[in-house]
C-alpha cells in the first residue's frame, strides 16, 4: 500500500454461486428464448392448409397424422414442479444443518431429472417421425433434445450439490440456493416450451 | 505452505539445457492454468491482438480482391461469402470481442478491491473455449466449410467452433459481472463503482444476454445440417440465420467497455473527479439497448413511406434501437470532455488512445443510425462495413490506450510516452482511410459482401485502394504498439505504483501488482478514493 486509506474490516461472506448461477440461468433462458422466437417465425411464415380428413384448418409445417404423446409431455411438465420442491426442500433442510433431509431432498430431485429424460425419451419413441423428415420435425428434435441438455445440467449440479452434502461440506446453503434457483430457472423455460412446443405446436 | 519449495527451478533437470526446458514447460503449464485473473486476462488481450493484426491483413486482402477482381482474382466467385463471412470472423469474434473482456477480467478486481476475480476456472474455461473455437472456424472454412461451404463436415466444424467461441465469450463475461456484483471493497456501493468496472459490468450482461441466442440458432443449423437441411437450407442457408451476430448492434455490444475506458481515463488526465457521474453511468447503461437490438435479428429500419402511423411506429423502433446507443456514448464522451475542462490536463498517450477510439466509435455509431434510415438507399451496401471498421478499429485503438494505462499496473513497467503517442495517429489514418472510403462508396451503391464483380458511377478503385491502404496502415500500427509494448515491458522505466496520479482503488498498490491484488483490504468513500486521501485535490461536485 503506498497511500493510506483506513483498513476496512473483513468483508462479509458473499454469495458468488448465487449471483453466477442467476447469470447462468439468463443464458440458458435467452438460449431458448432465441430458438423459440425461431421457431415461432417459422410456424407464422407457414401457410395455412385443410388436414387430410377435411375437418380442420392446420399450419403447413406440422407432418400429417402427426400424433405428440400428450400424456408423458403433461407429466414431463408436471415432474419439473416436483424437482423444484424438492430443490426447496434441500434449502430448507440446508438452513436448519439437516443433512440427512438435504441429501434425500437432492437425492430425489436427481431421479426426478432422470424421470424427466425418462417422459421426453417416451415421447421419441411414440413420436414415429424422422428427424430429417421435415422442418418441424428437425426443429422438433433440436429444441427439445436442447432442453434435455439443460435437465441433464441441472442434474450434474444436484449430483455436485449432494456430494458437497455428504462430504461434509454442506454448511453453506450458498450451493443449495444456488442450485434451487437453477432448477427454477430451467421449470420456467420448459413451461414456455410445453406451451409452444406441446400445446400450440 | 512453508514445507514446499514452489520456487520454479527448484527441483528441475540437472543441466543447464534441461532446466531452461523445465522452466519454460513450467511457465506454460502455469499460464494455462493460472487461476490468477491478471494472467487470463493477458492470455485474452495478447490473443486478441494478434486477431487485430489478423484483421488489418485480411482487410487488405479483401481490399485487394475488390480493386483486383476482374484481372487477377484470389478468390473464386463461389468463395467469396465463405471469404467476407471469415473476414467478420476475424474482427468481431478475434479482435474485437475478447479484447475488452481480457482488459476487464485483468483489472476490474483490482478497481473493484477485490482480492481475486469470483469463479476463474469458469474465466480460464473461457478463454479456452474461445481459443478452440476460433481455431476450429478458421479451419473448417480453410478447408472448404463455413457458410455456403462444400463440405458438410466442415460446415458442421464451422457451427461447433463459432458456439464454443461463443461458449468461451459468455463463460468470461459471467466472472466479470459476477466480481463486481459480489466482491467490492467495503464501503463501495454500486454508485461507486469505477466507471471503467461499471461499463464492464454492463458490457458483460450484455454478452450474456445476446450470445446465448446466437448459441440457439447455431443449434438449429446444426441439426438441420447434419439431417436434413430442409428448414434452414443447409449450407447455403446458414449466413442469413447468424449474420446479425457479425454486424451492428452486435458489435456495438463488445465495444461498450471502450467508451468506458474514456470515462475512466478522462479524469484522470485532468487530475479531477469525473463531474455529473451517475449521469454517465446512464449514459454507459444507455449503450447496452444495442444488446436488446441485436436478439431482435433485426436492423429496426426508419422507413419514410407508408402512412403516417407506420412511419410513426418505424422511428420510435428506430430510434429506440439506433438513437439511444448513440446518445449513450455522446452523453459518455461529452462528460469525459467536461472533466477535462474542470481540471489540470495532463495529455498522455492512454487518454489520446481512447479519445480517438472513441471518436471513432461514435462516428461508426452515427453511420449505424443513417444506415437503418431506408431512404438514404445505404441498405444492403458497403457502408454497413463502413461501420463495422469504424467500431472494431475504434474499440482496439481504444484497447491500445488500455493496455497503455494499466500495463504499468499489470507488468510493473512503462511504455515510452514519445514512441506511443504517434501510434495513436498512425492508427487514426488507418481507421479513417479503412472506413470512410466504404462510407462514400456506400452512397454510390458498392455491393455489401462482394469481392469485386461490381460497377457504379465513380472512382470505385480509388475507394477500395483507399480502403486497403487504411487497413495495412492500421496492422502496422498494431503490429508496432505490440512490439513496443512487449519490449517495454521486458525492459523498460519501472513504474511506480500510482504513474498517473490515478482515483481508483488499483493505483493503491504496488505495481505490478501481487497475486491477491491487496495486502490490505480499504474502506471507499467516494467514486474516486484516492483522490480523497490525496493532497491539494481539485474538489468538483459529483
Given at each position: 500500500m503506498t497511500i493510506a486509506l483506513p483498513a476496512a474490516h473483513a468483508p462479509a461472506p458473499k454469495r458468488h454461486m448465487l449471483v453466477a448461477t442467476t447469470a447462468a440461468s439468463a443464458v440458458v433462458a435467452m438460449l431458448m428464448a432465441g430458438m423459440l422466437a425461431i421457431w415461432l417465425r417459422f410456424r407464422a411464415a407457414a401457410p395455412v392448409r385443410e388436414s387430410s380428413d377435411g375437418l380442420k384448418l392446420i399450419k403447413d409445417w406440422l407432418p400429417e397424422n402427426l400424433h405428440i404423446p400428450e400424456v408423458a409431455a403433461n407429466t414431463m411438465f408436471s415432474t419439473f414442479f416436483i424437482g423444484c420442491v424438492m430443490a426447496q426442500w434441500a434449502v430448507y433442510a440446508a438452513k436448519r444443518r439437516d443433512t440427512a433431509h438435504v441429501n434425500l431432498a437432492l437425492a430425489v430431485c436427481f431421479i426426478i431429472g432422470a424421470a424427466i429424460i425418462n417422459a421426453q425419451i417416451a415421447i421419441y419413441l411414440q413420436?414415429?417421425?424422422?428427424?430429417?423428415?421435415g422442418a418441424y420435425q428437425t426443429m422438433f428434435y433440436a429444441i427439445t433434445g436442447t432442453m434435455i441438455v439443460l435437465v441433464v445440467l441441472g442434474m450434474v449440479f444436484t449430483a455436485v450439490a449432494l456430494f458437497r452434502s455428504i462430504g461434509g461440506r454442506g454448511t453453506s446453503t450458498d450451493v443449495f440456493s444456488s442450485h434451487a434457483l437453477y432448477w427454477y430457472a430451467i421449470t420456467a423455460i420448459f413451461t414456455a416450451v410445453w406451451f409452444v412446443v406441446y400445446v400450440q405446436k | 505452505m512453508t514445507t514446499i519449495d514452489t520456487h520454479a527451478g527448484a527441483s528441475l533437470g540437472s543441466g543447464d539445457g534441461s532446466l531452461v526446458r523445465s522452466s519454460f514447460l513450467v511457465a506454460v503449464a502455469d499460464w494455462l492454468t493460472s487461476s490468477d485473473h491478471k494472467k487470463i486476462g493477458r492470455l485474452f488481450l495478447t490473443l486478441s491482438g494478434i486477431g487485430a493484426i489478423a484483421a488489418g491483413v485480411l482487410g487488405v486482402l479483401v481490399g485487394l480482391e475488390r480493386i483486383t477482381a476482374d484481372s487477377s482474382s484470389i478468390i473464386s466467385a463461389g468463395a467469396e461469402t465463405q471469404f467476407i463471412s471469415m473476414f467478420r470472423f476475424v474482427l468481431v469474434y478475434i479482435a474485437l470481442a475478447p479484447l475488452f473482456i481480457g482488459i476487464a477480467i485483468a483489472v476490474v478486481p483490482l478497481q473493484v478491491g477485490a482480492r481475486a476475480l469470483s469463479l476463474p476456472r469458469l474465466a480460464q474455461f473461457g478463454v479456452w473455449s474461445w481459443f478452440f473455437g476460433v481455431a476450429l472456424v478458421v479451419i473448417s472454412v480453410s478447408a472448404g466449410g463455413g457458410p455456403t461451404g462444400s463440405d458438410q463436415n466442415f460446415v458442421t466444424m464451422y457451427l461447433l467452433g463459432l458456439a464454443l467461441t461463443a461458449v468461451g465469450l459468455i463463460a468470461a463475461s459471467i466472472p466479470v459481472a459476477t466480481t463486481i456484483l459480489t466482491s467490492r471493497a467495503p464501503g463501495m456501493d454500486m454508485m461507486r463503482v469505477p466507471t471503467f468496472a461499471w461499463s464492464a459490468m454492463v458490457g458483460a450482461i450484455s454478452n450474456i444476454l445476446s450470445l446465448p441466442v446466437l448459441i440457439g440458432a447455431l443449434i438449429y443449423l446444426y441439426v438441420d445440417n447434419e439431417h436434413a437441411s430442409v428448414a434452414f437450407g443447409g449450407a447455403d442457408g446458414t449466413w442469413d440465420w447468424i449474420d446479425w451476430a457479425f454486424t451492428q448492434p452486435q458489435t456495438i455490444v463488445f465495444a461498450i467497455m471502450a467508451i468506458g475506458l474514456l470515462t475512466e481515463i478522462a479524469p484522470v488526465a485532468a487530475r479531477t473527479r469525473q463531474p455529473l457521474r451517475p449521469i454517465v453511468l446512464v449514459g454507459l447503461g444507455l449503450i447496452s439497448i444495442a444488446a436488446l437490438g441485436a436478439v431482435t435479428q433485426s436492423q429496426h429500419p426508419w422507413r419514410w413511406d407508408g402512412s403516417a402511423g407506420d412511419v410513426i411506429k418505424s422511428l420510435i423502433l428506430w430510434g429506440f434501437f439506433n438513437v439511444l446507443p448513440l446518445l449513450g456514448a455522446f452523453v459518455a464522451l461529452a462528460l469525459s470532455l467536461l472533466a477535462l475542462k474542470t481540471g489540470k490536463v495532463r495529455i498522455n498517450a492512454p487518454f489520446v488512445f481512447a479519445f480517438l477510439g472513441v471518436g471513432m466509435i461514435l462516428v461508426g455509431l452515427a453511420g449505424k443510425a443513417l444506415y437503418c434510415f431506408l431512404d438514404a438507399g445505404l441498405a444492403g451496401t458497403v457502408f454497413d462495413e463502413g461501420v463495422l471498421t469504424y467500431i472494431v478499429y475504434g474499440t482496439v485503438m481504444a484497447g491500445m490506450g488500455a493496455v497503455s494505462y494499466w500495463g504499468p499496473k499489470l507488468w510493473g513497467r512503462m511504455l515510452p510516452e514519445k514512441k506511443v503517442l504517434p501510434l495513436a495517429g498512425l492508427a487514426l489514418i488507418g481507421t479513417v482511410l479503412a472506413s470512410f472510403p466504404y462510407y462514400i462508396a456506400g452512397f454510390a451503391d458498392q455491393?455489401?459482401?462482394?469481392?469485386?464483380r461490381f460497377e457504379y458511377e465513380g472512382p470505385s478503385e480509388l475507394w477500395n485502394a483507399l480502403a486497403t491502404i487504411g487497413h495495412g496502415v492500421f496492422a502496422l500500427s498494431v503490429i508496432a504498439f505490440i512490439l513496443l509494448a512487449a519490449k517495454s515491458f521486458r525492459s523498460g522505466d519501472v513504474a511506480g505504483d500510482d504513474p498517473w496520479d490515478g482515483n481508483t482503488l488499483e493505483w493503491a498498490t504496488s505495481s505490478p501488482a501481487p497475486i491477491n491484488n491487496f495486502v490490505e483490504l480499504s474502506v471507499v468513500g467516494s467514486p474516486e478514493p484516492l483522490r480523497d486521501v490525496k493532497p491539494s485535490s481539485p474538489e468538483v461536485s459529483a
Open positions: 413420436f414415429d417421425v424422422g428427424i430429417a423428415d | 455491393p455489401a459482401n462482394a469481392l469485386g
